[in-house]
Nanobody, 119 residues
Framework: QVQLVESGGGLVQAGGSLRLSCAAS????????VGWFRQAPGKEREFVAR????????YYKDSVKGRFAISRDNVKNTVYLQMNSLKPEDTDVYYC????????????WGQGTQVTVSS
């Protein structure tokens, strides 16, 4: 069982930066793939970035490439999403999710953290 708690959201001006954290419980968290997703009210949830268990494999949504960076610290059981050059269209609730190594779906989700970018 894995429990995830996001933090680090807030209000920032366009062009600013935020770092989101996803703190996990569970001894085997280091073996899980972790993803960040975002969702606005009335819209479908969309993928933002993911990172493999070792931290060497990462993948990003095209619109955030070069601006966002995902990383993980398996000693601290924490995954980060560094968000730079933020735009108003990045405003959403951001969720982290974890996927067991043998699973095809993200089975564990956090409660989300609000990111608001003002123009």
């Amino acid at each position: 069982q894995v429990q995830l708690v996001e933090s680090g959201g807030g209000l920032v001006q366009a062009g600013g930066s935020l770092r989101l954290s996803c703190a996990a419980s569970g001894r085997t968290f280091s073996s899980y793939t972790v993803g960040w997703f975002r969702q606005a009210p009335g819209k479908e949830r969309e993928f933002v970035a993911r990172i493999g268990w070792s931290g060497t494999s990462t993948y990003y949504k095209d619109s955030v490439k070069g601006r966002f960076a995902i990383s993980r610290d398996n000693v601290k059981n924490t995954v980060y999403l560094q968000m730079n050059s933020l735009k108003p269209e990045d405003t959403d609730v951001y969720y982290c999710a974890a996927k067991h190594p043998v699973s095809t779906d993200y089975g564990y989700w956090g409660q989300g953290t609000q990111v608001t970018v003002s123009s």
